[in-house]
């Protein structure tokens, strides 16, 4: 079992950046690719960011591409969503995940962290 913590959301205005940071624990990160997922009131749960166990391969939504970035620290047991030029819209509990596989909408979890909260406001 992997357990993953999430931090680093609040309140940003739009235009502003965001690092939210998972940490993980009970096993090592090493060997799972991992991700961000987003789910907004009222919304269906969207997927955000994908990155593979060694860093190399990474895929994002749509609707974030080009605006956010997500990295990893296997040293460190710790995977991040940077997110630049915020829009309201992005307002969304973000969740981490591990061990995920799939592509497009379409995604098959594992894990999930207990989400931190971001709010963009206008």
């Known amino acids: 079992q992997v357990q993953l913590v999430e931090s680093g959301g609040g309140l940003v205005q739009a235009g502003g950046s965001l690092r939210v940071s998972c940490v993980a624990s009970?096993?090592?990160?090493?060997?799972?690719?991992m991700g961000w997922f987003r789910q907004a009131p009222g919304r269906e749960r969207e997927f955000v960011a994908y990155?593979?166990?060694?860093?190399?391969?990474?895929a994002y939504g749509d609707s974030v591409k080009g605006r956010f970035t997500t990295t990893r620290d296997n040293a460190k047991n710790t995977l991040y969503l940077q997110m630049n030029s915020l829009k309201p819209e992005d307002t969304a509990i973000y969740y981490c995940?591990?061990?995920?596989?799939?592509?497009?909408?379409?995604?098959?979890?594992?894990?999930w962290g207990q989400g931190t909260q971001v709010t963009v406001s206008s």
């Open positions: 995940v591990a061990d995920l596989r799939g592509s497009g909408d379409t995604w098959d979890v594992n894990f």
């Open positions: 990155i593979s166990w060694n860093g190399v391969t990474r």
């Open positions: 009970g096993r090592t990160i090493t060997n799972y690719n």
